[in-house]
Nanobody, 124 residues
Framework: QVQLQESGPGLVKPSQALSPTCTVS??????????WSWIRQPPGQGLEWMGA???????RYGPSLKSRTSISRDTSKNQITLQLTAVTPGDTAVYYC????????????????WGQGTQVTVSS
């Protein structure tokens, strides 16, 4: 059973960076054939796919946040980390990691496994 567990800062000040981490169990981020994605959901809005990293370490990003987003991994810990820079209150959202065979996730059915999400609030 694949399980994903996000952990994050909770509260971030404007202009800083947020960096939640996703710890994966039950699968290997380097050998199992999944895209490991970050998706966010601002209050009252739908899901927004931010990007994904593949098992070979290559990454792809959604166009709207591409200039501020990077996804990296720690293979020794089987973790995926998102970094979003220069945040504003508009980046307040629940941040999810997910694993699936689709590169871009638009609905919950596009991924096979989801974490429970971590709330990140951007406020001074």
């Amino acid at each position: 059973q694949v399980q994903l567990q996000e952990s994050g800062p909770g509260l971030v000040k404007p202009s800083q960076a947020l960096s939640p981490t996703c710890t994966v169990s039950g699968a290997s981020i380097t050998t199992d054939y999944y895209y490991w994605s970050w998706i966010r959901q601002p209050p009252g809005q739908g899901l927004e796919w931010m990007g994904a990293i593949a098992r070979d370490g290559s990454s792809r990003y959604g166009p709207s946040l591409k200039s501020r987003t990077s996804i990296s991994r720690d293979t020794s810990k089987n973790q995926i980390t998102l970094q979003l820079t220069a945040v504003t209150p508009g980046d307040t959202a629940v941040y999810y990691c997910a694993a699936g065979k689709h590169l871009r996730i638009q609905t919950t059915t596009d991924a096979d496994y989801w974490g429970q999400g971590t709330q990140v609030t951007v406020s001074s």
